[in-house]
């Protein structure tokens, strides 16, 4: 079985009320192989693109009062979802959470703000600050993720991480109400950041300093360029599987297990970083789970280390 090979869903009581909320995109049974870097997972239920930030609201209510199963899904850049599918509903913020804009009071002479929705890609937004010639995110450079997605984790590299740039967050919290939580109201750490219950990511507002686009330009090439002599890029993948344990380093751990390079069907842990696990063409998610399980074992094993996973595994 490939990754991508379709799988059989229940269909649950809950669809046809789903089908009649107003403004909503519905994509029945779609596999999730199609929306995750691994390019491996089954179909959910049904995949829904809200057309507006009302309409989000309105399902954000409607799924929490019926307990239906659902999460948000970016760009499933740090996601493994099992081969079987997911009965439930996987949200993405496309249609209406799309937006980069300059704030127009901001002081240009020492300083920019910039609005952005959660839907919106990193590389999309990198674009707009080298551009705009605007400074504060290139370590989010290569980072196939959203701005929702790499929030909620605090994505970064060892030169910093979002939340650094961060001011503002605009948040639908669990009660369905739009509220804005400012950066010093966030609990925010190491490839975390904490939300109130319930809470989905709207958008967010950053504090950028200006600087030439071409030396923009300039250092996110050289920040790219240095992943790929680090990192499996032309590989699927989601990344960094484990965060680092304190005072280590999860890739040097499992490579002094002697797992670099250890594959199980088509999923391998890289040769080129042993906290990356790439598909090598046809891998399935239990291929990879079983990596990602045989790491854990194996480092603890001979560490006493506690592995703990950066990605999110989705089983039903």
Known sequence: MTASAPAQLSQPSWTAALAELPDLELLWHEPLA??????VGGPVTCLVRPRSRTALQTLHQWLRREQVPHFLL?????????????DGVAIQLTHCCNEIQLDPLANAAAHRR?????????????????????????????IPGTVGGSLVMNAGARSGCISDALDAITIVDGLG???????????????????????????????????????????????????????????????????????????ALIDRTGLKGRRCGDAQISTQHANWIINLGHATAQDILTLVRMAEERVFQEFGIHLEREIRVLTS
């Not at 970016?74 to 599918?85: C, I, P, R, T, W």
């Not at 050289?222 to 499996?232: A, F």
């Open 34 to 39: 199609r929306c995750t870097t691994f390019r």
């Open 74 to 86: 970016g760009a499933g850049s740090n996601l493994l979802v099992a081969d079987e599918g997911w």
């Open 114 to 142: 910039i609005h952005v929705g959660a839907g919106v890609k990193l590389a999309r937004l990198l674009r707009f600050c080298m551009q705009q010639g605007l400074a504060g995110l290139e370590p989010l450079a290569g």
């Open 177 to 251: 109400e739009q509220r804005i939580l400012q950066k010093t109201q966030l609990t925010i750490g190491y490839r975390s950041m904490r939300l109130p219950e319930g809470s989905l990511i709207l958008e967010a507002a950053f504090h950028m300093k200006p600087d030439a686009p071409r030396e923009l330009r300039l250092r996110l090439r050289s920040i790219i360029q240095q992943r790929r002599q680090t990192q499996p890029l032309n590989w699927p993948s989601a990344g960094c599987v484990f965060k680092n344990p304190p005072g280590q380093a999860a890739g």
